[in-house]
C-alpha cells in the first residue's frame, strides 16, 4: 500500500555525545538579551537601547498598515 522512502544516513556529527561547556548548570553560556546592550566594560549603553528602540519604532510605523489590512479582512 505505502512504499517506504530509503532511509538517509545519519550524518557523523548527530551521532556524537554532547559535552557540557560548563560544570554550573545556572550559568549560561548563550549571551541574552541584555548582554547586547552593555560596552566592553560591561555598562549598560543606554544610547544603544535608545538607537534600537527608535529603530523598532520606524519598521513598525512602515509595517503596521500592511498589518491592520490582513488582520481586517
Known amino acids: 500500500m505505502f512504499h517506504q522512502k530509503p532511509r538517509r544516513p545519519i550524518p557523523p556529527y548527530a551521532m556524537r555525545p554532547r559535552h557540557r561547556l560548563s560544570q554550573n548548570p545556572r550559568i549560561s553560556t548563550r549571551p541574552n538579551l541584555l548582554s547586547s546592550f552593555r560596552t566592553s566594560d560591561g555598562k549598560i549603553d543606554i544610547e544603544k537601547i535608545s538607537i534600537t528602540g527608535k529603530q523598532i519604532m520606524d519598521v513598525y ?5 500592511l498589518v491592520s489590512k490582513f488582520i481586517k479582512r
Open 61 to 65: 510605523s512602515q509595517v503596521s498598515p
